[in-house]
């Protein structure tokens, strides 16, 4: 008999998240982890980042507060006491992790897992090395931020987000970040709440490139509203060491350009973590720098699966998790509890943003009989009593049956309302069905009414 039935390699959101099901449903489990127990996002992305975010926002609205007839003097942001609770919030929830494993009798080994064979990890720590078998192997071992072979990134002051969080108690007169995807948008935020002369550069023709264009267009023109100078369509061709710190050289629009900051993050995107996954031996199929997975989530190899950014095209940590609960639940004979292919997206600036299914204009590339209804929020009450940007709700639904199939949602509170609409369309409700339930006054929320009415009058 196998030491285990199920060994887990990452205690990230995907690998936690599968084990403590794998032992619910019975299995012995082990998860492998050679660094914080929650992986990227509980310790070097998702948490640590809004973390950042909630404070920068307190302090913006202090220094903006007039509108709501409120004086704040001597308002000031702690930066080393921001980063101390920062991690203080990671390792609590990480310690939470922990005890769940204890208590779900999941056995948490501290170390650096190699799968050797189809059913043998080696795992090395720092008593020695050690092999365990299992029945069957998960990997979710996630991702590692992108470094693209541009002249100048190996050089100081030259971050990842992974080395922007840990030097965020240091103040920045001025930061350029490369990308203008979600990791961009969010440190833009916070930075500019900071009052740091922020410049972002994006090589394709919108910020949040693969979300709808009027939400990329709009958070473009309220980020220069907050000082922040925006680039697209640009290309950066390198970056090199000057007097005043670091110039990113780009060419935008034909012309040559250049820009100075004290800082420079790399933004642009995270690759699966492999490096020293799998055994020199073993070659798991590839698709891209992915692992390739069929629709049980299973490699190339038998017996061992991988779920997350370590073969998903889709890197977000609840996407990791409900790969890992399907995978689990199909290997114990189940069918998968949670619909996969419906994923909401959140970013955390101001406003919030999230979206879930396909834009108007995805749906028309499709071919699909659809229909799109958008409300602008200014009529609102709470929108308004919020002070908040020019907030929007776009809905798209199917003109022959009048289901759902699409939401785009740039208001305050957006991230907590999206669910009800993931919802809506994995359960193929119709626009009328969204209008029979009632909404609370005065919320954001009501305007989804508003636009739903609009959507139904147009089908």
Do not use: W
Not at 24 to 45: F, I, P, Q, S
Not at 397 to 411: E, I, K, S
């Amino acid at each position: 008999m196998n030491d285990y039935q199920l060994i887990v390699l990452g205690a990230g959101p995907g690998g936690y998240i599968a084990a403590l099901r794998a032992a619910k449903l019975g299995l012995r489990t082990a998860v492998v982890e050679n660094r914080e127990v929650g992986g990227t996002c509980l310790n070097r992305g998702c948490i640590p980042t809004k973390t950042l975010l909630h404070s920068s926002g307190l302090y913006h609205e202090m220094l903006n507060s007039q509108y709501a007839a409120v004086t704040v003097t001597d308002a000031a942001i702690d930066l080393p006491l921001l980063k101390q609770r920062k991690e203080e919030i990671s390792q609590k929830l990480s310690a939470g992790i922990v005890s769940m494993f204890k208590a779900a009798k999941v056995d948490l080994i501290a170390g650096t897992g190699k799968v050797i064979s189809s059913d043998t990890v080696e795992i090395t720590t720092d008593d020695g090395c050690r092999r365990c078998t299992a029945d069957n192997i998960l990997v979710a071992t996630g991702s590692v931020p992108s470094r693209p072979p541009i002249p100048g990134l190996e050089l100081p002051g030259v971050m990842t987000s992974d080395e922007l969080l840990e030097n965020c108690d240091q103040p920045f007169r001025s930061m350029i970040i490369i990308g203008g995807g979600v990791i961009g948008v969010e440190f833009a935020t916070f930075y500019t709440d900071l009052g740091c002369d922020v410049t972002i550069i994006e090589g394709l023709d919108r910020l949040l490139p693969n979300m709808d264009r009027e939400i990329g267009q709009n958070l473009a023109q309220i980020l220069k509203k907050r000082g922040a100078k925006i680039y697209t369509k640009a290309m950066v061709e390198g970056v090199k060491k000057g007097e005043d710190g670091l110039t990113v050289h780009f060419s935008a629009k034909g012309a040559s350009e250049a820009v100075s900051g004290q800082a420079v993050l790399c933004a642009i995107g995270r690759r699966p973590n492999l490096e020293n996954v799998f055994d020199s031996q073993l070659t798991p199929e590839l698709d891209g720098r992915r692992l390739k997975v069929d629709d049980h989530y299973q490699t190339s190899i038998p017996h061992v699966y991988a779920i997350g950014d370590v073969s998903s095209p889709v890197q977000l940590a609840h996407v990791a998790s409900a790969q890992g609960t399907a995978c689990v639940e199909m290997l114990c004979g189940h069918a998968p509890s949670v619909d996969v292919s419906i994923v909401p997206g959140c970013v955390y600036c101001r406003p919030e943003i999230a979206v879930v299914g396909i834009t108007e204009q995805e749906g028309k590339d499709l071919g699909l009989p659809i229909k799109a209804a958008k409300t602008v929020m200014f009529s609102n009450a709470r929108t308004m009593i919020d002070n908040s940007d020019r907030s929007f709700i776009k809905l798209v639904a199917r003109t022959d049956n009048h289901q759902l199939v699409g939401a785009q949602l740039m208001c305050q509170r957006s991230t907590d309302m999206i669910s009800q609409l993931s919802q809506a369309i994995a359960n193929h409700l119709t626009v009328e069905q969204l209008l029979g339930a009632m909404r609370p006054h005065p919320t954001f929320e009501e305007a989804l009414h508003d636009c739903l009415e609009t959507l139904k009058d147009s089908l």
